[in-house]
């Protein structure tokens, strides 16, 4: 979010904006959970939050602001739930490909999805002759928890410019 721009084509956040996000927003965001033997059920059921606060804020604060939109280029990473394969997200594919050209608030959803914490997020983007592409994405971490992995996740170096 820090690379997304705000009305005036300036970035929407800075870096000293983040601490005050997450005091404002985590309340929310990780709400207090059960305990004792419910609250352990619960957690085996599925994931401990809801993310509904987290869905409503980013999609508020970033709208129709898309990948191909950022202020500098980015590379994110996420994974797939039903094809089981990491699926990167970049300013660059995004040129290339209208269909990696995803809203960037359902890519930041996605990879704050957590699997334990948050549910998985779900979205659609068309291909450039109108064709659904489905997305069931988590975070990237559960398959590269290192930040340069990405750019070499498939055995090809991106171009980080």
């Known amino acids: 979010m820090l690379t997304a721009p ?3 084509g300036r970035p929407l956040f800075a870096a000293k904006d983040v601490n005050k996000f997450y005091l404002e927003h985590c309340p929310n965001i990780f709400p207090a959970v ?3 033997p419910l609250g352990w059920l619960k ?3 599925g994931p401990k939050y809801n993310g509904r606060h987290l869905h409503k804020v980013v999609k508020e604060l970033l709208g129709d602001t898309r990948v191909d939109q950022t202020l500098k280029n980015i590379v994110i990473l996420t994974f797939d739930m039903k094809l089981h ?3 990167i997200f970049s300013t ?3 040129m290339r490909d209208v269909s990696k ?3 960037l608030s359902d890519v930041c959803i996605s990879t704050s999805a957590a699997p334990t914490y948050l549910p998985g997020h779900h979205f659609e983007t068309k291909d450039k002759d109108g064709k659904t592409r489905a997305f069931n994405l ?5 398959v590269a928890n290192n930040p340069v992995t990405p750019a070499n996740l498939d055995g090809v170096l991106l171009k980080l410019y």
């Open 6 to 8: 705000n009305a005036q």
């Open 34 to 36: 059960c305990k004792g």
């Open 43 to 45: 957690s085996m059921l």
């Open 85 to 87: 394969q990491p699926t």
């Open 92 to 94: 660059y594919d995004a």
């Open 101 to 103: 050209n995803a809203l």
């Open 138 to 142: 988590i975070d990237g971490g559960v």
